[in-house]
T-cell receptor
Framework: DVKVTQSSRYLVKRTGEKVFLECVQD?????MFWYRQDPGLGLRLIYF???????EKGDIPEGYSVSREKKERFSLILESASTNQTSMYLC??????????FGDGTRLSIL | GENVEQHPSTLSVQEGDSAVIKCTYS??????FPWYKQELGKRPQLIID?????GEKKDQRIAVTLNKTAKHFSLHITETQPEDSAVYFC???????????FGTGTRLTVIP
């Protein structure tokens, strides 16, 4: 069974802080994704990665960056957190042309 | 890029009735259409998917239909139960791509 683990379920940070959200998958998947989920807006893709050190912008990359130094780990970075980045963040992974599997999500609050 | 629209945004049905959720997509190159169920406080989980070489797929009380000409696909849940209450998301993926484009979700409430 695919396991996608996000390091925190809940996180509270202050504006201007640098925030790291971590995601680890145990299935040797090539592709990993970061989404943000907001009421009425569904899941919006921030960034994705199709290989180590490779990344592609999604629909809403502004204010975010990512890092993929190892195949199993994909990190989302908020360089300088702002209140409009308060949201639920979901990580997903998938094998080539297969379904995506999600983590439990991190509910991030920026005060 | 792809644009997926989902309707309705909320849906209430009596237990035992059927529920239908509809999605449209814009890119004729899309060929994979999954449906995810997200219960309160939990991760989205794949419940059924369909590829563009078939028109319908069924798994017990859940079915998905696809009309490629009209570019729409639908989720059908029969004999609904309270545990079907959740938010459902449709999505589409273009041929050769790995990223999904999601609809905005439908909150289904099954009233006992």
């Amino acid at each position: 069974d695919v396991k996608v683990t996000q390091s925190s379920r809940y996180l509270v940070k202050r504006t201007g802080e640098k925030v790291f959200l971590e995601c680890v998958q145990d299935m040797d998947h090539e592709n990993m994704f970061w989404y943000r989920q907001d009421p009425g807006l569904g899941l919006r893709l921030i960034y994705f990665s199709y290989d180590v050190k490779m990344k592609e912008k999604g629909d809403i990359p502004e204010g975010y960056s990512v890092s993929r130094e190892k195949k199993e780990r994909f990190s989302l970075i908020l360089e300088s957190a702002s209140t409009n980045q308060t949201s639920m963040y979901l990580c997903a992974s998938m094998d080539l042309q297969q379904p995506q599997h999600f983590g439990d999500g991190t509910r991030l609050s920026i005060l | 890029g792809e644009n997926v629209e989902q309707h309705p945004s909320t849906l209430s049905v009596q237990e035992g009735d059927s529920a239908v959720i509809k999605c449209t997509y814009s890119d004729s190159a899309s060929n994979y259409f999954p449906w995810y169920k997200q219960e309160l406080g939990k991760r989205p989980q794949l419940i059924i998917d369909i590829r563009s070489n078939v028109g319908e797929k069924k798994d017990q009380r859940i079915a998905v239909t696809l009309n490629k000409t009209a570019k729409h696909f639908s989720l059908h849940i029969t004999e609904t139960q309270p545990e079907d209450s959740a938010v459902y998301f449709c999505a589409a993926r273009e041929t050769g791509a790995n990223n999904l484009f999601f609809g905005t979700g439908t909150r289904l409430t099954v009233i006992p």
